[in-house]
């Protein structure tokens, strides 16, 4: 009972490198979101899809960049890190059904840029 | 320009009385509230929603009042319990638009 995976939980980055935050969800959930999560401003919206080849922008998108190739995927990608990207990110899948809407997080990745 | 707001960083209540958490939005166009609880090294987990056609929803100890003249909505929990210590988010959203805006989170203390 996996629900939504993040990789790694944790990562330490020099200025200017890049790395790419996993996520996967084995719920078949067809909207899939990154959030970061800094002190005192709760969780905002980086990025979002609403299926398979659509992504969209959440409140703080710049530095970052996504894809969605597949239902179970949606890594975020830092092209180029900054100190300011300094957070925790979360991942989260999530479906509508009968006027309810429900939405899973992943357990997080902890991410300190150097 | 935050649209759901916790205005109460943090909240410390005995065990075994009411805990009340409270959160006010701007954007009348919300139709659906939820509250979500984290714990320290762990993602948040849904815990209650309501949606805008209902004014009360409740589930055991926890229940969501909301208050659509005055953009409030809070969550009371009762009795709390020393395991309710955590942070609370709530959040809203407009159904259809698959984007979720969260407040700032109360971290809530119960005291034996």
């Known amino acids: 009972n996996a629900g939504v995976t993040q990789t790694p939980k944790f990562q330490v980055l020099k200025t200017g490198q890049s790395m790419t935050l996993q996520c996967a969800q084995d719920m078949n959930h067809e909207y899939m979101s990154w959030y970061r999560q800094d002190p005192g401003m709760g969780l905002r919206l980086i990025h979002y899809s609403v299926g398979a080849g659509i992504t969209d922008q959440g409140e703080v998108p710049n530095g970052y960049n996504v894809s969605r190739s597949t239902t179970e995927d949606f890594p975020l990608r830092l092209l180029s890190a900054a100190p300011s990207q300094t957070s925790v990110y979360f991942c989260a899948s999530s479906y509508s059904a009968g006027g309810k809407y429900i939405q899973y997080f992943g357990a997080g990745t902890r991410l300190s840029v150097l | 320009d935050q649209q759901v707001k916790q205005n109460s960083p943090s909240l410390s209540v005995q065990e075994g009385r009411i805990s009340i958490l409270n959160c006010d939005y701007t954007?009348?166009?919300?139709?659906?509230f939820l509250w979500y609880k984290k714990y320290p090294a762990e993602g948040p987990t849904f815990l209650i929603s309501i949606s805008s056609i209902k004014d009360k929803n409740e589930d055991g100890r926890f229940t969501v009042f909301l208050n659509k003249s005055a953009k409030h909505l809070s969550l009371h929990i009762v009795p709390s319990q020393p395991g309710d210590s955590a942070v609370y988010f709530c959040?809203?959203?407009?159904?259809?638009?698959?984007?979720?805006?969260f407040g700032q989170g109360t971290r809530l203390t119960i005291n034996p």
């Open positions: 954007n009348s166009m919300f139709d659906y």
């Open positions: 959040a809203a959203i407009i159904q259809g638009a698959q984007k979720l805006v």
